[in-house]
């Protein structure tokens, strides 16, 4: 798996996995029952992560909606 998104915004989580899943790929999203536990007071971020194979066409598909500036730091190589 790969990450694609590190955020305390879940509307940022759930817009990019609306149009991942919109273009057939298949993602998760982790951390959620963490982020519930400490109080939803956005310390503890969500992770959007898709299969290896799918990552390159995924970072893509959310640089090209907007969603570039979200995207983990070094994960883009």
Avoid: K, Q, W
């Amino acid at each position: 798996m790969e990450e694609l998104i590190r955020t305390n915004d879940p509307t940022v989580i759930a817009f990019a996995t609306a149009l991942l899943r919109g273009e057939d790929i298949v993602c998760f999203e982790y951390d959620v029952h963490t982020s519930v536990l400490e109080g939803s007071l956005g310390v503890l971020p969500r992770r959007l992560v898709c299969a290896r194979s799918d990552a390159f066409m995924a970072r893509a598909i959310l640089r090209e909606n907007g969603l570039g500036g979200e995207l983990r730091p070094g994960s883009e190589g």
